[in-house]
């Protein structure tokens, strides 16, 4: 199983938000370069990076996220903020393994599946979930389609995985959506990325158990609740289908 440390870019600083709410940072470095590279060094294979700002619609991170891209050397997937097909292609462009995309695919499903076809196995589509309906715009609307039919609509686009957030766990290190997680791997053949709520080596055995292809690590990691080579020893017991990069840029 794949591990993604989060590197949460707001106002050109590494944060981590409660339940995506703006008002409730908490700041662990002013440099997002210099966490990308400590998770880096500590082993991880992929970074996932988030412009926020980009995601609530209230400016963007890009010179950032182009200087995270520029020093890793790992694959990076970047998300936030991503909602037409210049800005994806920008992103893939500067550096990115792949790109994730949320609000517009929700929106707009025949463009996920138009950007699918032109990025293959580059495109994640973001499935966020608050109470059992799919979140968008920096997840503070809920619409009336829950996670499932979304993943249903957009399978035979074939993305290279769903990115399935629980929002209510997200920072709250109150374990993952377990149940969400398996619906979705039993909905459709994509690889699903486990995200939001994960606290304990517990969770990641869990999620493998689960059959989640990678998951999605940032508050345990930055509280120092959950060691990365621990938590990296224990999703490598369990399989993936997802790899850190593209076979078409190995």
Request: proline share 6%; net charge negative.
């Amino acid at each position: 199983m794949l591990l993604y440390p989060a590197v949460d870019i707001a106002k050109g600083r590494c944060v981590r938000l409660l339940q995506g709410r703006p008002e409730d940072e908490t700041v662990y470095y002013e440099n997002p370069v210099e966490a990308a590279l400590h998770w880096e060094k500590l082993g991880a294979r992929a970074l996932h990076v988030v412009d926020l700002d980009g995601a609530l619609a209230r400016g963007d991170n890009a010179g950032a996220v182009e200087q995270v891209l520029a020093r890793c050397r790992a694959p990076v997937q970047v998300a936030g903020g991503l909602r037409s097909a210049p800005a994806v292609r920008r992103v893939l462009d500067a550096g990115a393994t792949r790109a994730v995309v949320g609000t517009r695919a929700a929106r707009d499903p025949q463009w996920a599946r138009e950007l699918c076809e032109e990025f293959p196995d580059r495109i994640v589509i973001a499935i966020d979930a608050r109470e059992g309906r799919v979140a968008v715009e920096g997840w503070k609307e809920t619409t009336d389609m829950s996670p499932v039919e979304l993943a249903e609509q957009l399978a035979e686009s074939r993305p290279a995985a769903f990115l399935y957030t629980d929002v209510m766990r997200d920072g709250m290190l109150s374990r993952p959506h377990f149940e969400g997680v398996e619906r979705l791997l039993e909905a459709s053949s994509v690889p699903v990325i486990a995200s939001g709520g994960i606290s304990c080596l517990d969770d990641i055995a869990q999620l493998g158990r689960c059959g989640a292809d990678a998951a999605v690590v940032g508050k345990a990691l930055y509280e120092g609740a959950l060691e990365l080579g621990a938590a990296l020893r224990i999703a490598a017991d369990h399989p993936s289908r997802l790899q850190p990069s593209p076979v078409s840029l190995c």
